[in-house]
């Protein structure tokens, strides 16, 4: 089909073109002289003018058709050493039965209407495999299952694409999740898993271990905290156990618990006290069974900094609300800062969110010479008082911080205006209800986001910023503000990001109640944009000057439990960057199992920390030669007057767990197949029926080819040659 993309109307073209064959033709009709070579003339100039006329057209010819596109399928193939266990009594292991599912009938009907591709995976997702004579040259030799990370990788690669299904084929044991919750998590496309080995098989080997502890690394001297700590195993005759925890090699606390004989895993907490200030090791210890052989893995130690109680984040709500839930997870996973969180509860006083925190929420100026950063939330005039309203005031005055974080309530007439609060607002509010439309709010950030510390990172991290559902409109911002972030709504942009300095503090504004939204909008949910937006925005409003605790150098460890011969990576960076020339080398003092220090030397590279920041630093991977608990300082500087960091630790397992004989995690299997949508099989032979008879569905996808007819050489060779032609009578004839 042949198109014309000129940009003027036809009709000025056609009739501009006509206007010069008329003007021509009259011009040569009065006063050209009647020759053969003046009609030649005339008739190379008709020709030109044709040639131009269809340039300035811009023909094109342009096809379109529909091409159909075949859906594919996708299969995960677990190649971890586990998969190579199987039962005594068994005739084949996991991966034996894994190939003869690969060689089932279904792969040769699936193939005809799909693309088969197949990715092994075990500590990583590797490139994919889609010769089937290559599947059958894979081995099984993985130290490592990350299950759920490679499912993830899979699911971001193929959101939005047309993927009939995937078939995992693995025993569904993830060596990096202490829970199986994991698996009920959604996926873009159905899983097919298959029982690659029978229960009933095994003889459990009596076995009982310390999976993962979790607690906070770094609390403030009079709070509480609670660490978790997961216990596994099998062969338990299904006794009971008693799960001890120590500090610094004295016993605090006992826990009893109970495993399956069948094997399974249990949660254990314990209530922490933290009174002194410094470095503490906790120790959590399960008595091996009566047999059991492997008993390194019986024990998990964690060391905890206790700290001055100025380092903290104080988060006052009104009644739970969507965005108290996704703060209060967010909070609470930031490591530089223990928060104390409340809500107001029925009767509308302040009920704690974290259990054991040393202050109340009155706001009291005694209260908040411990805290950094104060959030507000959706309280009115009344629930805060003008005395908590004042004392704020004050707080920020003297370099404290505070959020508006606010909801109808707290951008009512009747909210933070209404208070003391008015005067150190960055914006002045009308008192409207929230806005809310059809569609969500498109998210824009201003000019002055790029250099604010709030929305630092890479140059396309920001590229799209995910809407807001609400935004209060009737806000003014004060000349001092700095507007960040607006809100397009149908009555023009509305702030939505709001910060200023006020004294020797700073206040920021939140204009929606819907910022948790962030948190699922599935375009930035790898990029994990809403904590990355939280911490940054904290991290900007910590007051620098009271800096008292924090250390000279900032040590992370990447994994706190690892297995022997796996490396672990520890990097280090300056706090002060500027004070410090790349030539200030950094180096860790590894204290191992046994209570030797050994010094290693750190080598220059970039640092990206808890927070999402990039600074010039240091790294080391470390391989440890010994099962058991480290504890690594970096240091800088000279005897005695050294920079130091704050201790971390790790853990090294003596064997990884692929290495222990147990049947496969079917739970974690069944789970996948129903969150999805896809099935469980309990045999070759389900499966083959089932996959054979899988509905696919082709999609039909529009392409369009397109060419000019006007910008090709034959076109412009022929307008030349007639401009060439015409010139080349002239002079001939002598012509002007």
């Known amino acids: 089909m042949i198109v014309l993309e000129h940009t003027p109307p036809l009709w000025v073209l056609v009739l501009g073109v006509l206007l010069m064959v008329a003007l021509g033709l009259v011009s040569a009709w009065r006063y050209v002289p009647r020759r053969w070579i003046m009609a030649s003339l005339n008739a190379l100039f008709l020709l030109s003018l044709v040639a131009l006329f269809w340039c300035l057209l811009l023909p094109g010819f342009r096809d379109e058709h529909t091409q159909l596109t075949k859906p594919r399928f996708l299969i995960a193939l677990d190649t971890s050493r586990s998969m190579t266990l199987a039962a005594e009594t068994a005739t084949e292991n996991r991966w034996e039965r894994a190939q003869n599912v690969l060689a ?3 792969v040769d009907s699936l193939s005809a209407e799909a693309d088969i591709e197949l990715y092994p995976f075990d500590r990583r997702l590797h490139p994919p495999e889609r010769s089937r004579s290559a599947w059958t040259n894979l081995t099984a030799e993985g130290e490592a299952t990350l299950l759920r990370d490679s499912l993830h990788e899979l699911a971001g690669r193929y959101r939005g694409l047309n993927v009939a299904g995937l078939l995992l084929l693995s025993d569904g044991l993830d060596t990096r999740e202490a829970q199986d919750d994991w698996a009920t998590e959604s996926l873009p496309f159905p899983v097919y898993t298959i029982r690659l080995d029978d229960d009933w098989e095994w003889e459990i080997e009596p076995d009982i271990r310390i999976v ?20 596994a195993g099998e062969g338990t ?12 090699d004295q016993l605090v606390g006992e826990a009893p618990t109970q495993i399956p004989d069948r094997g399974g895993e249990r949660e254990v907490s314990f209530t922490l006290q933290h ?10 210890y399960v008595e091996p069974l009566p047999g059991e052989t492997r008993t390194a893995d019986n024990e998990y130690q964690v060391t905890v900094t206790v700290t ?14 969507f965005e108290y839930r996704f703060l209060r997870r967010t909070l609470l996973a930031i490591e530089h800062a223990v928060p104390a969180i409340f809500f107001s509860g029925p009767d509308g006083s302040p009920i704690s969110g974290t259990p054991g925190a040393a202050v109340g929420a009155d706001m009291s100026d005694e209260d908040l010479l411990q805290f950094r950063v104060v959030i507000l939330g959706n309280l009115d005039a009344d629930e805060l008082t003008e005395q908590r309203a004042a004392n704020l005031v004050s707080f920020v005055e003297e370099g404290g911080s505070l959020i508006l974080l606010g909801g109808g309530r707290g951008w009512s007439r009747d909210g933070f205006v209404g208070t003391a609060l008015e005067t150190i607002l960055p914006v002045r509010p009308g008192g409207a209800a929230a806005l809310e439309g059809d569609e969500p709010f498109p998210v824009q950030l201003e000019p002055a986001a790029a250099a604010h510390p709030a929305f630092a990172g890479q140059e396309d991290f920001w590229d799209r910023v995910p809407p807001v559902l609400t935004v209060f409109p009737e806000v003014t911002p004060r000349a001092a503000a700095e507007v960040l972030a607006t809100a397009n709504t149908p009555r023009g942009p509305k702030p939505l990001v709001v910060t200023q300095r006020y004294g020797e503090g700073r206040v920021a504004a939140i204009l929606t109640d819907t910022l948790w939204r962030w948190q699922l909008d599935p375009d930035t949910a790898e990029r994990r944009l809403y904590q990355r937006f939280w911490t940054q925005l904290l991290d900007w409003m910590m007051p620098e000057e009271d800096d008292v605790d924090r250390p000279p150098i900032d040590l992370m460890v990447g994994e706190d439990q690892v297995y022997r011969g796996e490396q672990v990576e520890l990097s280090a960076r300056y706090y002060d960057v500027e004070q410090h020339e790349d030539d200030d080398p950094i180096e860790v003092l590894i204290t191992g199992p046994d209570g030797r220090e050994v010094p290693y030397t750190m080598q220059p590279q970039q640092v990206v920390t808890d927070r999402g920041r990039s600074y010039p630093g240091f ?4 391989e440890p030669d010994e099962p058991g608990h480290y504890t690594a300082t970096a240091r800088a500087g000279q005897a005695p007057n050294w920079l130091l960091s704050e201790p971390v630790s790790f853990n090294v397992r003596p064997y990884s767990p692929e290495t222990i004989p147990r049947p496969s995690n079917t739970d974690v299997l069944n789970m996948l197949a129903r969150a999805s949508g896809g099935q469980y099989f309990e045999s070759e032979r389900d499966l083959d029926q089932a996959l054979s008879r899988l509905s696919l569905s082709v999609e039909e996808d529009a392409r369009v080819t397109y060419h000019t007819l006007w910008k090709r050489w034959p076109v412009l060779v022929l307008l030349m040659l007639l401009l060439a032609a015409t010139w080349a009578l002239r002079k001939w004839q002598n012509l002007p």
Not at 212 to 224: A, H, I, L, Y
Not at 275 to 284: L, N
């Open 104 to 106: 089932l009938p279904w």
């Open 212 to 231: 993962s502890v979790q607690t906070p690394r770094r609390v403030s001297r009079g709070w509480e905290s609670e660490l978790r700590a997961v216990v």
């Open 237 to 248: 005759d299904d006794q009971p156990l008693t799960v001890e925890l120590y500090r610094d």
């Open 275 to 284: 009174e002194e200030i410094g470095v503490h090791t906790y120790r959590v």
């Open 308 to 321: 001055d109680p100025r380092n903290q984040i104080l988060y006052v709500e009104g009644p739970p609300r």
């Open 619 to 622: 790294a080391l991977q470390f």
